[in-house]
């Protein structure tokens, strides 16, 4: 097989735990960490079953490579994600050493508003965007998020004295 041929294999695995993430009402990105052509961990998003506001599918992978190679970083590895990551996610490839990261598909405004400056992180793609973006529209309509996916700022903050907090998970 191809690079590119692999690169789609990957993120279609990565989808899949999109899927299941959906399934179980989380926020449907999924991610897979790769180490010479073989995949160490996958997972989906798991904020509201874990209680865990961390608990993002890249966070989760780090961890599971981690517990499988006994180590904290991982210079030889390549994460494929379904969605653009997150700066605390994108943070933490960094302190890992990911040598890259291939994205399904570019997140919304928030994610273009607030990453850091990764020059140490190689970065690919949209891969597979129609599909990956697919999921994760459905999951936006469906639970009311549609204000993610505009391009323009977030909602008006709230008119009150205390700062407006936008619920992500329900």
């Avoid at 999109?18 to 960490?33: D, M």
């Avoid at 490839?93 to 607030?114: D, E, H, P």
């Amino acid at each position: 097989m191809d690079k590119t041929t692999d690169e789609k294999k990957f993120i279609a695995e990565a989808l899949k735990e999109a899927q299941k993430a959906f399934e179980r009402k989380e926020c449907p990105v999924g991610a897979v960490i790769v180490q010479n052509g073989v995949i160490l961990a996958r997972d989906g998003n798991r904020e509201s079953e874990l209680n865990d506001p961390t608990a993002h599918a890249e966070i989760l992978v780090l961890r599971e490579a981690g517990r499988i190679l006994n180590r904290h970083t991982f210079p030889d590895c390549t994460i494929y994600t379904t969605l653009w990551p997150c700066p605390m996610c994108e943070n933490a490839m960094l302190r890992a050493k990911i040598l890259r990261v291939v994205a399904g598909a570019r997140s919304y405004k928030y994610i273009y508003k607030n990453t850091f400056d990764s020059s140490n992180l190689e970065k690919s793609g949209p891969l597979m965007e129609k599909e990956c973006r697919e999921l994760y529209l459905k999951w936006a309509k469906e639970t009311k998020r549609e204000f993610i996916l505009s391009k323009g700022d977030w909602p008006a903050k709230s008119t009150k004295s205390k700062p407006h907090i936008y619920n992500l998970n329900g």
